[in-house]
């Protein structure tokens, strides 16, 4: 005979989780989005096993989530844990998931400065990390910035703040927040949409 889950059967009488389950599920998230997309492990366990929320609910969050400012998986385990638990609930859930990665950054930030305070090799390491890093941050940029040519393809305003972009980030050496700060407006004018009445023909 097949014993029921005992999370599945405290779902199916209506127990909400406690804040510990829930920050313990969110903590193997974070640890999961080291290396994979934890989202389908979130839609298995939270779903499938502990049946916390329905499949129509996860799948409607999941779409608001990708729209949503921030990281998608975060946000959507921010929002699943406010609607298991309130705001505790929703602290807990943004604990877990970020738990992992800042730990990770640390320890990574932390062996890249003893690396490059140090003569030697170190120092060179350190300073190949930094070159790298500007690379990504150029190669983010420019992949967000085609992502919105191919949604917004109408609009060549799009295609000037890319541009702007890349040259800021590859040919003029900006810093990353500088160039981010320097294009938002440029990109919310792009972006805007004409009032009724313009770019009619009168």
């Not at 992992?100 to 060179?124: D, E, H, I, T």
Request: glycine residues 14%.
């Amino acid at each position: 005979m097949i014993r029921d889950d005992p999370v599945s059967v405290a779902a199916r009488r209506g127990i909400p989780p406690s804040l510990c389950s829930l920050l313990s599920c969110c903590l193997r998230f974070g640890l999961a989005s080291l290396w994979l997309d934890p989202v389908p492990l979130m839609e298995r366990e939270l779903v499938a096993r502990r049946m916390w929320v329905t499949e129509q609910t996860f799948r409607n969050l999941r779409a608001f989530s990708r729209v949503a400012p921030g990281l998608p998986a975060v946000t959507l385990a921010v929002m699943i844990g406010r609607r298991l638990g309130n705001w505790p609930g929703g602290l807990a859930a943004f604990v877990g998931m970020m738990g992992a990665p800042v730990a990770a950054a640390v320890l990574l930030g932390a062996l890249f400065f003893l690396g490059y305070s140090f003569g030697g090799v170190g120092s060179a390491m350190g300073k190949a990390a930094l070159s790298g890093v500007a690379a990504a941050s150029a190669g983010i940029a420019f992949a967000g910035g085609a992502g919105g040519l191919f949604r917004l393809s109408k609009r060549p305003g799009v295609f000037l703040v890319t541009l702007f972009m890349v040259a800021a980030l590859l040919l003029w050496h900006w810093p990353l927040a500088l160039t981010i700060l320097a294009a938002l407006p440029l990109a919310l004018l792009a972006g805007r949409r004409p009032r009724s009445g313009e770019g009619g023909h009168g």
